[in-house]
């Protein structure tokens, strides 16, 4: 064989190899057949109500973009058109977090709104992005926001997380103790079976008791993650998990809770990464189920784990 054609079929082996290894999806396009597709699997509300949340579903990012974002608000949409239990907003700019706009909400999505490294704070990075503002103005008036959000949930509004929206101000102690965590790191896309921490809890009830196995980032937690101040939902076990940074002092990683903030709620979901993931009719009334909590109408055990 010429050393040519050798060195052709060692390229492909070696791709061909990175790319099982990793197990990264491709991005899917947003079709009228996946849409159609996505309508027929969204489930109807858990909770009948006469009253139409109104929701805005935040989704700009401006550090990683995670490709699902567009998906996510497809999705959102559909929970809105088809249960018309949710009256769904969209929106991208920081003037949304001004306290008279996060009023007239009964709940607030994070779309995977990521803001970028090393500072982790979306609201500084909006601002410096998009405003012309003096350094020490972009400061003050990020931190606003930030105490807008955080003073939102307090006095009784709902909080659903997606993904990589826990990042939002990561390195900040007072939004991670309300949200229930910061990131901390995520190892390569693998296969991962999430497991129900209690399979009666009210909001695990769609995977029947056996979860739910596919390919995504597993998440690992920091700051009050490690407080337990929170109800776990799902969860992966850590010795099943590829390329993981540090010996596990506990095999049980959560991924996904809910959590009382003063008079709020608050929902956290790390699945999915990737939209395939939302072709799962489990996972798409466990979202709905969320949303629903947060809103008020689902009523379920939120009481802290705070585990030793």
């Given amino acids: 064989m010429k050393k040519q054609n050798i060195l052709i079929l ?4 070696f791709t061909t190899s990175l790319l099982v290894h990793s197990q990264s999806l491709e991005p899917l396009k947003i079709t009228q057949d996946w849409l159609s597709k996505l309508e027929r699997y969204t489930p109807i509300p858990t909770i009948k109500t006469n009253k139409k ?14 490709w699902t974002i567009p998906h996510n608000i497809e999705m959102l949409k559909l929970f809105g058109k088809k249960t018309n239990a949710f009256e769904i907003h969209i929106g991208f700019d920081i003037e949304n977090f ?21 500072k982790r704070d979306l609201f500084y990075d909006l601002l410096k992005n998009y405003t012309s503002l003096t350094e020490n103005e972009i400061s003050k008036k990020a931190a606003m926001y930030e105490s807008n959000l955080i003073n939102y949930v307090k006095k009784g509004g709902g909080l659903m997380i997606l993904h990589g929206a826990i990042v939002v101000q990561n390195n900040s102690e007072a939004f991670s103790k309300m949200t229930g965590g910061s990131f901390d790191y995520h190892p ?5 079976h999430i497991k129900e921490v209690d399979k009666n809890h009210p909001l695990v009830k769609a995977f029947k008791g056996k979860g739910i196995t596919h390919i995504d980032e597993p998440y690992f937690f920091k700051n009050a993650y490690f407080d337990y101040n929170f109800r776990p939902l ?4 850590v010795d099943t998990i590829e390329e993981i940074r540090h010996d596990p002092t506990d095999n049980i990683n959560y991924v996904a809770w ?24 489990e996972l798409l009334q466990f979202l709905m189920d969320g949303l629903q909590y947060v809103t008020g109408d689902l009523k379920a055990d939120d009481s802290p784990l705070r585990r030793p």
């Fill in 234 to 237: 799902l969860y992966f076990e």
């Fill in 98 to 118: 001004d306290k008279k706009n996060l009023k007239q909400y009964d709940a607030v999505v994070l779309n995977n709104s990521n803001p970028i490294g090393p």
């Fill in 188 to 192: 390569k896309q693998q296969k991962i």
């Fill in 53 to 66: 949340r109104k929701i805005l579903v935040f989704s700009k990012a401006t550090g990683f973009d995670h």
């Fill in 258 to 281: 809910i959590k009382k903030y003063g008079k709020g709620r608050v929902f956290y979901t790390s699945p999915s990464h990737n939209a395939q993931s939302l072709e799962n009719p």
């Fill in 10 to 13: 060692a390229f492909i082996f």
